[in-house]
């Protein structure tokens, strides 16, 4: 009777851990729209048609007396918001592990960035300062929201799970973003049709995200719950107090930073070929723009394939030599991209094609490996430092770009230029002994990692 009895309680932890994670699944469906048809596609040219209606008669606006270029403004509305999004991650990712309560805290980072989405659609005529507001307030809600969507990994997989259910996290987002970017570009494309301007088919196309992103963070918040926390109550730290904690705590796990160091170099690499392709293909290749949303979708569609493939390599080869295959691949598809021919779709669609079979997967696996890397019960605390890796310190591969192109004239010299970080990347991935890292961190060492 008592080997009955756990086996039917195992069945039923089984059973519950599946149920939170098709929920948590669920997240990356709903928020991964706004990254790729607001951020990646439809935000930026119009939000800079916005700002030059704007402008004054020298090409400039000026938001709170400051004259900045019209050309300009989309920029430095996304720098904005990664340093709100730096200032803020810390604080929310210790509130949760001090309280225990994050799916709270999901909810109010989720719906402020899906408001702010949908408010876009009243994004006309020369509002460009509401355009850079509701930006701001977006992207720095998918970046709070990530952290805590991330931490619950640890929580809902145990060790040998973690790997397939954080591929199958990012192949959701991928898909979600594929099917909505069609629907996207059905409206926008045949507009006349539908009785709506171009510019009124993009500011549906952005509501529509926000409306998207709403909706859909119904399920997870339905079906995550709350694990009461571990840490002392009398232990309560607030603001920077609490960061400058956190950071004197992961000083005290060196090979978790070793990991988070190659992590933000590489996957710095990786962030800036997602921004940069689209300029790369209009200005170097002379590519249209609807050539360039369809490599767009190419590459969500493959980045599906990916990120599952790589999950099935990473249980037979171990995460790490699965992250380390996928940074060569990297550099080889950057190689093929310097010798890309001006004027020839096809050829850029093959290099769309290895991006996207690349990117979902070597994304997927670096969040799963690092969720071995964190102390049980400080999972928000660090995985806000790893989403600081991820969006608020990718600053050095665009900077390399435009220095590259500055210095040169060439684009193909700057998209080649961006092989540093990838290679740095991966010598110094190959130097973490995660094996004893994931034992430093007390945590149980799975069979492949």
């Known amino acids: 009777m008592g080997t009955d ?8 932890d089984a059973a519950e851990r599946r149920y939170e994670q098709r929920g948590w699944y669920v997240y990356d469906w709903a928020c991964s729209v706004y990254s790729t048809s607001v951020l990646t596609v439809f935000l930026g040219p119009y939000l800079t048609s916005v700002a030059k209606s704007a402008a004054d008669a020298d090409g400039f606006v000026h938001p709170l007396g400051i004259p900045i270029r019209a050309g300009s ?3 430095y509305s996304v720098s904005a918001s990664v340093i709100l999004s730096v200032l803020v991650m810390p604080l929310v990712g210790a509130a949760a592990d001090r309280t225990g309560r994050k799916k709270p805290l999901l909810a109010a980072a989720a719906y402020t960035g899906a408001a702010a989405t949908t408010g876009m659609f009243f994004l006309a005529g020369d509002r460009y300062l ?5 930006l701001i307030v977006a992207n720095a809600s998918v970046a709070v929201s990530m952290v805590l969507y991330n931490s619950y990994l640890p929580q809902i997989a145990p060790p040998e799970e973690r790997d397939a259910v954080s591929s199958k996290g990012w192949a959701f987002g991928y898909a979600a973003g594929a099917l909505v970017l069609v629907a996207n570009m059905i409206l926008y494309t045949a507009h006349d049709s539908f009785g709506v ?4 088919a993009v500011r549906i196309c952005l509501a529509s995200a926000g409306v998207w992103w709403g909706a859909f963070t119904l399920v997870p918040l339905k ?3 709350d694990r009461r926390t571990t840490s002392p109550s009398g232990t309560s730290v607030h603001g920077w107090r609490q960061l400058a904690a956190t950071v004197r705590d992961m000083r005290r796990q060196p090979l978790t930073l070793s990991f988070l160091l190659a992590y933000l170099v590489y996957n710095d690499g990786i962030q800036t070929v997602i921004s940069q392709a689209s300029v790369y293909g209009s200005e170097e290749l002379g590519l249209s723009q609807s050539t360039l949303i369809v490599a767009v979708l ?24 699965t992250i380390l295959g996928s940074l060569i691949a990297w550099t080889l598809t950057l190689g093929a991209g310097y010798f890309l021919p001006a004027g020839a779709p096809v050829w ?14 070597s994304q997927a696996l670096s969040r799963s490996l690092f969720s071995h890397l964190v102390p049980p019960g400080k999972e928000a605390e660090y995985f806000s430092a790893y989403e600081m890796s991820d969006r608020g310190m990718s ?12 210095l040169t004239g060439s684009y193909r010299d700057a998209i080649i230029s961006l092989v540093v970080f990838f290679v740095l990347g991966f010598l110094l991935l190959a130097r973490v002994p995660v094996r004893q890292a994931v034992r430093d961190a007390g945590n149980p060492l799975p069979d492949r990692i």
Do not use: D
């Open 348 to 361: 850029f669609f093959v290099l769309a094609a290895g991006i996207g079979l690349v990117l979902g997967g």
């Open 73 to 75: 403004f989309f920029a």
């Open 298 to 321: 190419l590459v969500q569609l493959l980045a599906v394939a990916g990120a599952l493939g790589m999950g099935r390599l990473a249980r037979i080869y171990g995460a790490k030599r």
């Open 5 to 12: 009895t756990v086996r039917e309680r195992s069945a039923e």
């Open 130 to 134: 509401l355009g850079g507001f509701l």
């Open 395 to 406: 600053w050095l591969g665009p900077l390399l770009f435009g220095l590259t192109y500055q």
């Open 223 to 225: 079906r995550l719950r």
């Open 197 to 200: 301007s171009e510019a009124t």
